[in-house]
């Protein structure tokens, strides 16, 4: 797909542009209900609009490859601490399939329109599964395919990885080698958006370490 410096020149106007979609990410943050200050992993932060989501004083890792979006997460986080709303932020540039999180280190992993950017969904899927402590919370929110891809899905799918993101993954794919527990599965945008909720199964997640 696209590389970082792509990122750092859509940077410019990404904000805008997910304006379009702010209400479905309200939506999916009502949803996973949060209450307590979590540990939480945001794979492929971006500009950080997850942010004044997560509730205060979380200590939080975001990464991305893109230092310009990095400077904008870094800026709302000083907004957001003036709005008297303080994260721990720890700011990583490189790539979101290496976090160098510990094992079983967090609460909650976001992977909020990432995995159908990245060249690497499904290693991305592996290291939330081994940061993720047991009973912790992935959640999933991306443009997935159906089970059948038309023409012209196809057709799209060829201008949409021109400018970094592909219309042909199908998360259910992606989810098969892992036992994750599927909580809560939406759809939006007439099946174009879903938003998966979903916790590490009780008697496999160590298995899938390594
Ligand atoms: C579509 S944006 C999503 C940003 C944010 N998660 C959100 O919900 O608004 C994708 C972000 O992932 C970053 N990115 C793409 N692939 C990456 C990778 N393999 N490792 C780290 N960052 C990546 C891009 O730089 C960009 O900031």
Redesign the pocket.
């Known amino acids: ?2 590389g ?1 410096g792509r ?2 020149s ?2 410019k106007f ?1 904000n805008l542009v ?1 304006k379009t979609v702010a209400s479905q ?1 309200q939506q999916l943050f009502q949803r996973l209900a949060l209450a307590e200050p979590l540990e939480v992993y ?9 942010l004044p989501y997560l509730p205060a004083q979380s200590a939080v890792l975001g ?4 230092a310009e ?1 990095l400077r904008q997460s870094a800026q709302l986080q000083q907004q957001l601490q003036a709005a008297g709303h303080p994260l721990a932020l720890t700011l990583q540039q ?4 290496l976090s160098g999180l510990a094992d079983n280190s967090v609460d909650l992993v ?5 995995l159908a ?4 969904p499904q290693a ?1 899927l592996q290291e939330a599964v081994r940061v993720l402590k047991p009973g912790g919370v992935i959640s999933i ?1 991306d443009k997935f395919a159906p089970q059948q891809i038309s023409g012209l899905r196809r057709a799209a799918d060829y201008f949409s990885r021109k400018l ?2 592909t219309l042909l993954l199908r998360i259910d794919d992606l989810l098969q080698p892992h036992r994750l527990v599927i909580m809560q599965r939406h759809s939006m945008l007439c099946g174009q958006m879903q938003h998966l909720i979903m916790t590490t199964h009780p008697t496999t997640h160590n298995k899938e370490r390594g």
């Not at 990464?63 to 893109?66: A, G, I, Q, T």
């Not at 490189?94 to 399939?97: D, M, Q």
């Open positions: 797909m696209v970082a990122w750092d859509y940077a990404y997910l990410r945001i794979a492929g932060c971006g500009s950080g609009l997850d990464v991305d490859f893109s979006m490189g790539r979101a399939e976001l992977l909020h329109l990432i950017v990245t060249d690497q991305l929110w970094g993101t």
